[in-house]
């Protein structure tokens, strides 16, 4: 098994604002994975992200570390994956799961043992703005096609209530879903509900920070409101720890490590009864490829990352009308935009 990598860099439209800072540019390695015979491959993909602490250099590091510890027939690749970045991890399981596929003349779906959803609606996730441009946003997403709008947000109270009521009046028949990733404590989570009372939010992402156990017990508690859990779940053992605290699960593959333990753990966290959803970063059709695989086992697909982009390196996937519509062909499903076929 021989294991490549190239870097690009990817453009957003437009700057895009959380809680946490702002972005208008990311990095993406593209990872390959050559089998033996030379004749099948598989691709995978991680971007550069200052939250996960994950530059270009750090990435390669561990790349390097994956190559010469998986040995010539990758029978090792779990051990050596094992002692790099999760997101690292990611890129190359997708690479070798599309190696499988692809050598079985199978799309990854059906490697993978789950059916074939061929069209798959997304949420479209509006960065933090003025509420006003924030309501533009929502009516020209609306006009496209899209019904379920994820609102990022930040700890201004009195500012979230007036976004929130924004995008409601310019989008009146989406749903919405808030996002402060953790900035919000659980008082302003209560507030903020109650001043929007009316309003479709029909879930809150991960309004608390992961470690605020209490707080995120309370506001459980008082609200009929399903809470997703995002940054406090990577693993199975977490799902344990969210008992009480959580309705659904954001499952992220270069969160929990790649694709064979995100299908782990949608599973896990469905018998224990929880919602899940498919969330995503910043990143190109080759990142968002994987995840649109499992769409068979979530409620929601916050799968829009590459929708996001100036320009998409990558097709296959669609979704600029609110809905992914996989191609059903071997492997992943997704080629370069400047060849017909997958390289």
Not at 9 to 14: A, C, N, Q, V, Y
Request: proline residues 6%; aromatic residues 2%.
């Amino acid at each position: 098994m021989r294991l490549t990598w190239t870097v690009d860099t990817l453009e957003l439209t437009h700057p895009f604002r959380i809680s946490r800072g702002v972005m208008s540019t990311r990095q993406a390695v593209t990872v390959t994975v050559t089998g033996p015979d030379s004749d099948h491959f598989g691709r995978g993909e991680v971007v550069t992200s200052p939250h996960a602490q994950l530059d270009v250099d750090r990435i390669e590091e561990h790349l390097h570390h994956a190559r010469e510890h998986c040995g010539r027939d990758g029978a090792d690749l779990d051990r050596a994956l094992a002692a790099v970045h999760p997101a690292v991890a990611a890129a190359v399981w997708s690479a070798v799961a599309e190696l499988r596929a692809r050598t079985d003349d199978q799309p990854l779906v059906v490697h993978l043992g789950l059916p074939l959803r061929t069209e798959v609606p997304i949420t479209r996730t509006l960065g933090i703005g003025t509420p006003e441009a924030m309501a533009t946003e929502a009516t020209s997403l609306m006009a496209q096609g899209f019904r379920l709008l994820k609102v990022k947000t930040d700890a201004d109270q009195a500012a979230s209530v007036r976004r929130l009521a924004a995008v409601a009046a310019a989008a009146p028949d989406a749903e919405l879903i808030v996002d402060p990733n953790e900035a919000w404590t659980a008082a302003t989570a209560l507030r903020v509900l109650a001043d929007t009372r009316g309003l479709p939010v029909v879930a809150l992402e991960q309004p608390l920070p992961a470690s605020d156990r209490d707080g995120q017990r309370e506001l459980r508690s008082r609200t009929d409101v399903p809470v997703i859990a995002d940054e406090a779940v990577h693993s199975l053992p977490d799902l344990d720890d969210l008992d009480g605290l959580a309705d659904a699960v954001n499952i992220k593959l270069p969160k929990c490590g790649g694709i064979y333990r995100a299908h782990g753990l949608a599973a896990a966290a469905r018998e224990r009864g929880m919602d899940v959803m498919l969330g995503c970063l910043a990143s190109s059709s080759l990142s968002i490829a994987p995840a649109v695989h499992l769409a068979s086992v979530a409620r929601w697909c916050d799968l829009d990352g590459h929708l996001l982009l100036a320009r998409d390196p990558w097709t296959g996937l669609g979704g600029e009308d609110g809905v992914l519509r996989p191609s059903g062909r071997p492997g992943l499903g997704v080629h370069r935009q400047d060849s017909e076929e997958p390289r």
